[in-house]
């Protein structure tokens, strides 16, 4: 009897947490625990209503007590943030389980875990604890997983989409993980409401170099920020480094510098300086087209091709690239520019743009950029050597790991020109990338001294203090180095009011302190205010105010920003991805299978990937009217070469299910007569060996139904009657989409069986 009133309470607790009447849920759900505290389902619906994550903890542990292979509570514990066999392993010597089970008279034996009463005792004080002072509210943010959930009885997660907060979505990995620490900091500190930082009195430290007067900057919040964790401590100035001025030029020269040249190139070598690519490119190609028309010429127009190669090269296309990378091959066969350290420089710049646009694994080009920047510094006393080799040179090995000698090679060149913004920084990076902080500091602060509005440097600043965080296992001292930079970018902003890169790098320092709406608020911006263009910053805000949306399970509005970066980046396949995951979130399947099958042309050995399409055409398109079934695709992709060479097994158990349903639905499919009996009792045989296969791995309620249709179908029909059983009684909390089909059937198969 209690059984029947505990799911007679898990029954209306769903229907009031549907209906957001938590507290009325909250009760109902602990009086069905008090009745049934081994009922593993209404353990799980109180934990979507618990207050905060260590009462939801709280739930996913006894959940974890009842039934230790509980997927839910085991990926509830990680998403958490708890190792689960760590946790299990506490839970084991804590209470040792006993080797027997009871029977539930309720439900369906075989795939409902059932514990006795003694397996409970030791964690049954606890809980009623729990139950007795449980006041709970809604988390108003909540982390996801970016990947999609693969596993869960599909009922569950088809119901979730159709409520808005499907069960599987998406989440930036590495987003979460720093929200949640920093959550769990401000929780330490003794944090407020969302919105709100820890109180700290923090105001700007004073800076060494002359500034405007630290006004309020239009558009910064001055909510305070924590305690910075390291403040920079006075700069030593070297006597030989010359002071520069915000109010006048900086003092850093162009390199190579342009010597007894005509007004025609200097103007296009500083529309290049001043980052306008689009005018600068075809100003500077006419120059080296003039200057390659003198058929006996003897001396390599090495600036010339040094510049055309750097704008085309810096201004980020992929075509732009590629075209200087042949132009800075070319230059380099030619005799008279054979040994000519300015065109080494070029190759080193074009060679190092083609590895930052294609990514970490285009070792050809990383390679490449390495060797040509080594030749230009050892071919310098041939000629003039840009100082944007040496820079390079030690991005390159400081990426590489090889500190020492980046910081060896750029130390030595900093002897001859030690005032140099763009070596100092370079130099700074290395520092960095040590974790050497104090350092680091130490090299832009004399970038400053000698540049103060240089724009690399404040930005530098910040994120060094960035980088720092991220790393930083404590998460109080996270947060103060992510307060540390919200100050600096507030200095940078009162040099460039509305910059797009300071507010960005704003929004990331926010976002770290755990202060999500100004974070939101900052990009929104520079979205909003964006005049000129869709630029590297306009492209990195969007991409974090999508990645943001997520985390909120605001995935109509992550899906238009994914949509408005496809619009200038229709071939990046991150932000394909992400806009097919979206639409899958939000049941634009037909948008979800357009983009993932645009990634496999490129990514043909994503199984991911391959996994979702085969999802959608085998199961998705069985309840929706956007995309069609393939079947025969299906069968003839999932072969068992194929399966064997998928080395995770969840994944083969989920294709075996994909091609179980496949089968099953081309047998019925086929006119009558086209096959004989003993066809169709092989395709049969086939189908439930996959889908039992499947079953193994996924106890979800749709594999369960199609086990039950193919015994139905091999006329097994006393199995298939307990398969829908087993459906009908969990339909009792979970919305399944075919639930009418399998009421209809196992009514006629009992009618039938009585009959007879």
């Not at 407020?192 to 430290?205: H, P, R």
């Not at 990076?429 to 040590?434: C, N, Q, S, T």
């Not at 050497?436 to 203090?465: C, H, M, Q, T």
């Not at 306009?538 to 994914?562: H, N, T, W």
Request: charged share 20%; net charge negative.
């Amino acid at each position: 009897m209690s059984q029947e009133q505990a799911k007679q309470f898990i029954v209306q607790g769903i229907a009031a947490a549907k209906a957001g009447d938590k507290d009325q849920a909250r009760q109902l759900f602990q009086s069905a625990i008090k009745l049934s505290p081994e009922n593993e389902t209404a353990w799980l619906w109180l934990s979507s209503v618990a207050r905060d994550n260590r009462e939801r903890l709280f739930c996913f542990q006894n959940l974890l007590q009842i039934n230790p292979e509980n997927e839910m509570a085991l990926k509830g514990v990680q998403a958490l943030g708890v190792d689960p066999a760590k946790l299990l392993e506490r839970i084991q010597q804590q209470s040792q389980p006993t080797a027997a089970q009871a029977t539930s008279a309720s439900a369906p034996t075989g795939d409902v875990p059932i514990i006795t009463q003694e397996t409970l005792t030791p964690v049954m004080d606890s809980i009623e604890k729990l139950l007795q002072n449980y006041t709970p509210v809604p988390m108003e943010i909540s982390g996801t997983e970016w990947d999609r959930k693969e596993g869960g009885r599909y009922g569950e997660s088809l119901a979730a989409r159709q409520r808005n907060i499907r069960i599987a979505g998406l989440a930036a990995a590495a987003v979460f993980v720093l929200l949640f620490c920093v959550m769990i900091a401000l929780f330490a500190l003794g944090g407020g409401d969302e919105g709100q930082q820890v109180a700290a009195n923090a105001t700007l430290t004073p800076s060494f170099t002359p500034s405007n007067t630290p006004t309020a900057t239009p558009g910064v919040t001055n909510t305070p920020s924590p305690e910075p964790a390291q403040t920079e401590a006075p700069t030593v100035i070297p006597n030989n480094l010359r002071q520069g001025s915000i109010y006048g030029n900086p003092p850093t020269e162009i390199s190579p510098p342009l010597q007894n040249r005509e007004r025609s190139f200097a103007d296009a070598v500083a529309l290049y300086s001043a980052g306008d690519y689009e005018a600068a490119i075809p100003a500077l190609e006419a120059e080296l087209e003039q200057a390659n028309q003198n058929t006996a010429q003897t001396v390599c127009p090495s600036d010339t091709y040094f510049y055309t190669i750097a704008a085309l090269a810096e201004s980020g296309t992929r075509r732009n690239v590629d075209d200087a990378l042949a132009l800075a091959e070319n230059a380099a066969q030619r005799d008279i520019c054979s040994e000519s350290p300015m065109i080494f420089a070029a190759n080193c710049l074009a060679n190092y743009e083609q590895y930052e646009l294609t990514g970490d694994t285009n070792f050809i080009a990383f390679n490449g950029a390495l060797g040509w920047c080594q030749a230009a510094i050892d071919e310098a006393s041939r000629g003039q050597t840009p100082i944007l080799a040496y820079t390079l040179y030690g991005d390159i090995l400081t990426i590489s790991g090889d500190y020492q000698n980046a910081a060896s090679a750029l130390d030595e060149i900093l002897e001859r020109e030690p005032d140099d913004v763009n070596l100092l920084l370079a130099r700074a990076r290395v520092e960095i990338g040590r974790d050497n902080l104090d350092n680091a500091l130490v090299y832009i602060g004399r970038a400053l001294y000698v540049e103060p509005l240089s724009k690399d440097a404040l930005s530098l600043r910040v994120n060094a203090f960035l980088d720092l965080a991220a790393q930083t296992s404590d998460p109080a001292e996270r947060v103060q180095q992510y307060g540390t930079a919200v100050i600096w970018t507030q200095e940078y902003l009162i040099r460039y009011p509305g910059d797009p890169i300071a507010f960005t790098l704003l929004a990331k320092a926010r976002l770290g302190e755990g202060n999500v709406n100004l974070a939101l608020d900052a990009l929104n911006r520079v979205i909003e205010n964006n005049i000129q263009g869709f630029d590297d910053a306009i492209l990195e805000a969007y991409q974090l105010r999508s990645q943001i949306y997520v985390d909120q399970s605001r995935y109509d509005a992550a899906l238009l920003d994914a949509q408005r970066i496809l619009q200038d980046l229709p071939e990046d396949l991150e932000t394909i991805k992400l806009q097919a995951d979206l639409a899958y979130i939000t049941e634009d399947y037909s948008l979800a299978l357009e983009g993932y099958n645009t990634i496999l042309e490129q990514t043909p050995d994503d199984i991911r990937i391959q996994l979702q399409i085969w999802e959608l055409l085998s199961e998705t398109c069985r309840f929706t009217d956007e995309i069609d079934c393939d079947d025969t695709l299906i069968i003839e992709g999932i072969t068992d070469d194929v399966v064997a060479n998928i080395e995770d097994e969840a994944q083969q158990a989920l294709a075996l299910g994909y091609r179980a349903k496949a089968l099953y639905h081309q047998t019925q499919d086929t006119p009558e007569g086209d096959l004989t009996p003993n066809e169709i009792a092989i395709a049969y045989d086939n189908a439930l060996t996959d889908i039992e296969t499947a079953l193994a791995a996924n106890q979800t309620a749709l594999n369960h139904y199609y086990r039950a249709l193919v015994l139905e179908g091999l006329n097994d029909i006393e199995e298939a009657i307990k398969g829908y059983q087993w459906i009908t009684y969990w339909a009792e909390f979970y919305e399944y989409p075919f639930i009418d089909d399998v009421t209809e059937r196992l009514e006629a198969l009992v009618e039938d069986t009585e009959d007879t």
